[in-house]
Structures are given as structure tokens and as C-alpha cells.
């Protein structure tokens, strides 16, 4: 009883001018710290954003060039493979007959296209394609990446 005898004088007693005034502090404080901590995130998921367009343009690049390479390669598959028609519509000349072999040898090799989608599987596991600001564009990544499966 005496226990709460003294908690009762202490509440009277209180200064509640003051008591006011910090708490109102306390939670200005709080409030300012979590205002600092929400533009210190919105930093740095500018900062990945920025990172991930950047590796997003360096997957790209790199698969333009193996289109580049791709297609350089089937033209090639494409003159042999009329050189070899002509062969055996016309007929050889001795001269040819190496030119010929060659090319019939350079028909039965394929290559399999593989495009790289190493950042874009990234930002799909980890869930960072939100950090993507703009939605017109995070949809043109994720349409050519499901189009190109």
C-alpha cells in the first residue's frame, strides 16, 4: 500500500509542463530518424537501380554481339549450302572439289543460340526488379526476357 501511496504523490507532484515537452521531443526525434533512414534507403536503391541498368545494358550489348556472331555464321551456312546445291545440280569441276568437300563439312556443324539473362535472373530471385522506378520500362525488360525464353 505504501508502494503505491509514493507512486500517487509522484504522479501529483509531476511536472506535466515538462514531461509534455519531452515526449513531444521523443517523438520528434523518432519521427526525424525515420524520415533520415527512408532517404538514406531511397539512396541506395537509387544507387542499385542505377547498377542494374548498367549491367542490364552490358547483358545486352554483350548478346547483340552473339546475335552478331549468330548470324555471320548462318550466312556463311547459307553460301556453302548453295555451293553444295549447285555441286549436285551442275555437277563439279575438279577445281571445286575441295571448295565443295569443305563446304559440305562446314553444313553438318550447328551452333545452339544462347543469350545471357545473368542480371535479370538476379533481379527476379532477389526481388529487386521493383527498384526499377519506371513501370514502362521494367515491363519491356521482363517482355524481352520471357520472349527471348
Known amino acids: 500500500m505504501a508502494t503505491l501511496r ?6 501529483r ?7 509534455l515537452l519531452e515526449l513531444t521531443l521523443l517523438v520528434i526525434g523518432i519521427l526525424i ?3 533520415v533512414d527512408s532517404w538514406m534507403d531511397d539512396r541506395r536503391d537509387a544507387r542499385l537501380e542505377h547498377q542494374y541498368l548498367q549491367q542490364l545494358a552490358q547483358d545486352l550489348d554483350r548478346d547483340l554481339a552473339t546475335l552478331d556472331e549468330a548470324t555471320r555464321f548462318e550466312e556463311k ?21 575441295e571448295a565443295v568437300a569443305a563446304a559440305l563439312g ?5 551452333r545452339t ?3 545471357g539473362r545473368a542480371t535479370y535472373t538476379d ?13 514502362g520500362l521494367r515491363d519491356r525488360i521482363v517482355r524481352l526476357y520471357e520472349n527471348n525464353e
Open 123 to 135: 533481379l527476379l530471385s532477389t526481388g529487386n526488379l521493383r527498384l526499377i522506378r519506371n513501370a
Open 113 to 115: 543460340l544462347r543469350l
Open 33 to 35: 530518424a525515420l524520415a
Open 13 to 19: 507532484s509531476a511536472q506535466w509542463g515538462h514531461v
Open 77 to 97: 551456312q547459307v553460301e556453302y549450302s548453295a555451293l553444295a546445291y549447285r555441286a549436285l545440280r551442275q555437277g563439279i569441276a575438279p577445281d571445286q572439289r
Open 6 to 11: 509514493r507512486f500517487a504523490d509522484a504522479l
Open 106 to 110: 562446314a553444313l553438318t556443324s550447328r
